[in-house]
């Protein structure tokens, strides 16, 4: 069973907008968890990460919100920009493993 | 660059004959890991390894098999390649963010394989 789901398979904003990624967890033993972006034919790329223990990480243009009584983590990006449009994989960390979403494709459009 | 390579990078194969991926480390990170990336899944844990010799189980570790015998190498062998297991092979290394942080995990580029 998918202990960390992203519902959205897709995602279009304008350029210049915000993108809202969302991503919801089962697992209440993960103490840490990340974003991911990705372009076809390439690796997924480390973005931004949040412990457990806070509940907001900024870093430039991405922020990311961690709501534990939810189980729900969101990547802002804002501004957008059309070199976001890619693949976004949420993922989370128990002990040594790492689970990831099945991610979200994001297209910004110019 | 998180100094992983990846190889080979692309190969087609036929049904029932073993596959291994390579992949190599240049910084002697203690975890690695192989995922599968398919549409609709994400990316899902084959295997990992918490040093040399010691590896374990990931979701789909059926069909597969791993091996560390260097700190540098970790081998991921299909048995008995099947069409299911047509998919990109990723691989990965743990390193630890800072003292306040946790781990974050880098992926190498990646192993497109075709099972025919």
């Known amino acids: 069973d998918q202990q960390v789901k992203q519902n959205s398979p897709s995602l279009s904003v304008q350029e210049g907008r915000i993108s809202i990624l969302n991503c919801d967890y089962t697992?209440?033993?993960?103490?840490?968890f990340l974003w991911y972006k990705k372009y076809p034919a390439e690796g997924p790329t480390f973005l931004i990460s949040?412990?457990?223990?806070?509940d907001k990480n900024e870093d430039g243009r991405f922020t990311v919100f961690l709501n534990k009584s939810a189980k729900h983590l969101s990547l802002h990006i804002v501004p957008s920009q059309p070199g976001d449009s890619a693949v976004y994989f949420c993922?989370?960390?128990?002990?040594?493993?790492?689970?990831f979403g099945t991610g979200t494709s994001l297209t910004v459009i110019p | 660059d998180a100094g992983i390579t990846q190889s080979p990078r692309h190969k087609v194969t036929e049904t029932g004959t073993p596959v291994t991926l390579r992949c190599h480390q240049t910084?002697?990170?203690?975890?690695m890991y192989w995922y599968r990336q398919d549409p609709g899944h994400g990316l899902r844990l084959i295997h990992y390894?918490?040093?040399?010799?010691?590896?374990d189980k990931g979701e789909v570790s059926d069909g597969y098999s791993v091996s560390r015998s260097k700190t540098e190498d970790f081998l991921l062998t299909l048995e008995s390649a099947t069409s299911s297991q047509t998919s990109v092979y990723f691989c990965?290394?743990?390193?630890?963010?800072?003292?306040?942080?946790?781990?974050?995990?880098?992926f190498g580029e990646g192993s497109w394989l075709t099972v025919v």
């Open positions: 990965a290394i743990s390193v630890v963010s800072g003292p306040n942080s946790g781990n974050t995990i880098y």
């Open positions: 697992n209440s033993m993960f103490d840490y």
């Open positions: 949040i412990s457990s223990i806070k």
């Open positions: 993922a989370a960390k128990e002990g040594g493993q790492f689970y």
């Open positions: 910084e002697n990170h203690r975890y």
């Open positions: 390894s918490y040093g040399v010799k010691d590896t």
